[in-house]
Each structure stands twice: as C-alpha cells, then as structure tokens.
C-alpha cells in the first residue's frame, strides 16, 4: 500500500522449494484443533453449510447474509485436481464443532503475459462468537503453508475489505428481478418520482428468450465452448486458463438432478445455469449461478433468490474492429437480456454482477443499477500495475482487467 505501481510483473518472493515449507502445522489457540474437511461426506458439507450460512459475509447493515447450499459448496470446492489438504477446518477440541473454515482450489491464471498456477482462496470464515482473537491470520498462514506444500506459490482472492494491495476494484450491479419483494425486504426502494406499478412495468421482462439458436449448454458442447472461452477471454487482462475437465465441471456439473425435467427454467438442487447460441456451430454462451442470501429478521420473507452472472462469450468479439464499433455491445445486450429473461422464469428475484470482463457495456441498457458493495481483487505473491475494474485505466476500458469471476 502506498507504493507506487510497479514497473515490471513477476513474483514478491521466490518460490520456495518444498523442502523449505515448514512442516508442522502453525499452532492454534488452545482447546482448537486443525482439521481437513472431507466434501466428499455430506455430513461434513453439511457442517461447512451450517458455519457459513450463520457466521458468513453480510452487508453493511445486518440485513442480508449469504446462504452457499450445500450443493453449491460441492461444485466449487471440488473441481478437477482439487486438494483435500485446501479444505480447512478448525474445531473445537472438545466436541468437535466446527468453527472457521477456508478454502483453496486450484487454478491457472494469466496476469497480463505470465501464466502461473495459483490457488483461488475463498470461503474464509470465523464463527460470531470467535471474532477479533486473530484466528483468520493463522487460517491464512495455514491455507498459504498447504497451498506452497503443492509447490504452489501464488493465489488470488477477493474481499469486500481493503487490505494491501488490490490489483483491481470492481463494484456490485443489481438489476432488479421481482420488485414487490425487493420493495418489501428494503433490498431496494420505490424512487421518489415513480410508484410501485410503474416500477414493476419497467422492470417486467419478457416470458421466454430470444435469441434464436439458444437452449441449454449440453455435453457434446464442451469442446467448442472451451475454444470459444479461451479465445474471448484474451479480452481481458487477467483471466483463468482452463482445461475441457475444468469447462466440463463449472458449466456442467452444477446443473443439479438431470434425471428430472427441467421445469420452468430450474432443477431440483441446480447451481449453475448454462447456456449456448447454437446456428450450424456455438457462436456464445452464457453462465450465471445461484447464490441466495438469508433475509435477517423479516417477517414473510427469509431468502432472497439471487443469481450472478457468471463467464459468457461471444464470437462477435473477433470481428475486426469490434471495440471501435457497437457490434459486440449489443450482441451483449441480447445475449445477457435473455440471461436476465431466464433468470426471472427460474424465479430469481435479482440477478447481480460486478464491473469486471465486458459487463460495463451493457448494464445501463439491461438497467442494472450500481450496488453499494465494492469488491476488492487481490493477488498473492505477484506484482502488476493495477487492472482496469470499476474504472478505466489508461486504454483499457473499465471492467477489461478483470476476467475472473470469483464465486
Ligand atoms: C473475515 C473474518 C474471518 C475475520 O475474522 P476476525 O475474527 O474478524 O478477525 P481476526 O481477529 O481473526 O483477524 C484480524 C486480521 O484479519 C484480517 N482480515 C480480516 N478480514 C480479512 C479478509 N477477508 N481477508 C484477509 N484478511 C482479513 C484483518 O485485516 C486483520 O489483520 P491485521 O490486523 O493485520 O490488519 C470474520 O470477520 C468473518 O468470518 N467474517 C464474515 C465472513 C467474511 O467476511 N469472510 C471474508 C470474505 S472475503
């Protein structure tokens, strides 16, 4: 902090050899025990769920907490090549009750023109009761000490706090689904100049999607939907690398119980919705995930529906000359209008993103409106010159340093 930006990338400290990671565990508190979390028994799912959907992130007023399912915890904690080891717990010595948590998985980054595997850190979480005792700086150290135990030395994390340094800064878009709820559980208000029927109608979208060529992403997808990903996002200045099995898992694997028909837009326990624009070959796709929060202390309501928008593409983008004209832009309208259009059918009651990749350009005409949540982009162990989010920076336009989209 306080630095100036730094002429040159590349990594803070060497990388340490593994015979250099320390080997014992850092020390808890004591009547505290380290313990790996096994996501592959729903009991100790459930046990994540139950600290997060309590103990996690709210908003500044107390009234909204993030609810991860379990369901969802699964799909993100467990992608190809993921790590048991990055799964970590402390519990209570005594009973055994879990009471922090974090999280790493693995991952490829590219930063401008380096290219480096890094754990994506997310999920840091203390119990209410255990705050301000300096548990998350050990639960760091830790996560940081298993992730090096891979030869693993970078990572990448996001938080609402600013903390030395962010690489970017991206703020939160809402755009409003179900307005009477909204309304009702104070999420948003009727501005003064209009009323509550006029909001509803301006906000209303249409029952079914537009764009011809769109259905749901299938498997036979996955190879056209990779090269159509990692061909777009070269857009943007930092963004991950993925393998087929990566693509396969986060558009695929949270699609919930396929068995059943997909009603009105939703399966029983889906996550993350996936789409493809299909005309003799996969010219976009677009993906958004469920992330609901707990309505604090409301007396009809108890769940907000939320969906995000998750990584889209379109091969608009490699068309000559598509940044100076309005080509992509309303493309992008299109294809994230009929994101917003199924998202309502599946009764979500918002839909949100933040500035990063190209979501700038389409926000103001799909009427997302800014959020009051900012959220901070934050690299592990390598310097670069700031990344273009919530603004500009230089010729890059606002949001086009940032393609990664953290869960
Ligand atoms: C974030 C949380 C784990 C911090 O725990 P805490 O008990 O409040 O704080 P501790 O006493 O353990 O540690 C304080 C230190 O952790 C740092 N810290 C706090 N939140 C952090 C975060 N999200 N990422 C990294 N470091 C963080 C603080 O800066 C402070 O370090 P400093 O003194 O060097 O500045 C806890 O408040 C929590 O679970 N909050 C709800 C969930 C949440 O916000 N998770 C983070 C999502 S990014």
């Keep these: 902090m306080g630095e100036e930006p730094p002429s040159e990338d590349g990594c803070i400290e060497p990388t340490k050899a593994i015979e250099d990671v320390r080997r014992e565990p ?5 009547d505290f025990e380290w313990s790996i979390l096994d996501i592959d028994d729903p009991k100790q799912i459930k046990e994540v769920y139950d600290l997060l959907s309590l103990n996690y992130v709210e908003d500044d007023d107390a009234a909204f907490r993030f609810q ?17 080891e990055w799964h970590l717990g402390v519990r209570v010595s005594s009973n055994k009750k879990l009471v922090a948590f974090i999280s790493g998985v693995p991952t490829t980054l590219r930063v401008r023109g380096n290219v480096f595997r890094a754990s994506e850190i997310n999920f840091l979480c203390v119990h209410k009761k255990l705050r301000s005792k ?26 609402g706090l600013v903390l030395p340094t962010p690489v970017s800064t991206c703020r939160y878009y809402h755009r409003s689904l ?11 208000y009727v501005p003064r100049n209009m009323t509550l029927a006029r909001m509803i109608r ?30 777009y996002m070269q857009r943007f200045n930092m963004a991950p690398i993925m393998t087929v099995g990566e693509i396969r898992h986060l558009f695929l694997s949270g699609r919930g119980n396929v068995e059943k028909p997909c009603e009105k837009y939703r399966r029983p326990k889906q996550v993350l919705w ?12 677009f993906s958004f995930y469920s992330l609901p929060s707990t309505i604090i202390n409301h007396p009809r309501h108890n769940l907000l529906e939320a969906a995000y928008l998750f990584y889209y593409a379109s091969n608009v983008a490699f068309e000559p000359g598509v940044d100076e004209s309005n080509k992509l832009k309303t493309r992008l309208v299109d294809l994230i209008g009929d994101a917003l259009i199924i998202a309502n059918q599946a009764n979500f009651d918002v839909f949100n993103a933040v500035t990063l990749m190209d979501n700038v350009s ?10 009051d949540g900012l959220l901070n982009f934050y690299l592990y162990n390598w310097r670069t010159a700031p990344l273009a989010g919530v603004n500009a920076i230089g010729d890059v336009g606002a949001g086009r340093g940032v393609g990664v989209v953290m869960l």
């Excluded at 301006?202 to 056209?224: F, N």
């Excluded at 389409?362 to 959020?371: E, H, I, N, T, V």
């Design 362 to 371: 389409f926000m103001d005409d799909l009427k997302f409106g800014a959020g």
């Design 134 to 159: 300096r548990l998350a700086p050990v639960l760091i150290k830790e996560v940081t000490r298993q992730v090096h135990l891979q030869g693993i030395a970078q990572a990448i994390y996001t938080a």
């Design 178 to 188: 179900n307005i009477p709820k909204l309304v009702d559980v104070k999420f948003t």
């Design 26 to 30: 850092y020390p808890l508190p004591k």
């Design 274 to 285: 996936a789409y493809v624009v299909e005309e003799h070959r996969i010219t976009d796709f």
């Design 202 to 231: 301006v906000y209303k979208t249409d029952t079914t999607p537009h764009l011809p060529g769109l259905r749901e992403m299938e498997e036979k997808d996955i190879p056209q939907v990779a090269d159509l990903f990692a061909q």
């Design 68 to 84: 991860y399912s379990a369901e969802f915890l699964e799909w993100a904690l467990k992608p190809p090549g993921y790590f048991k």
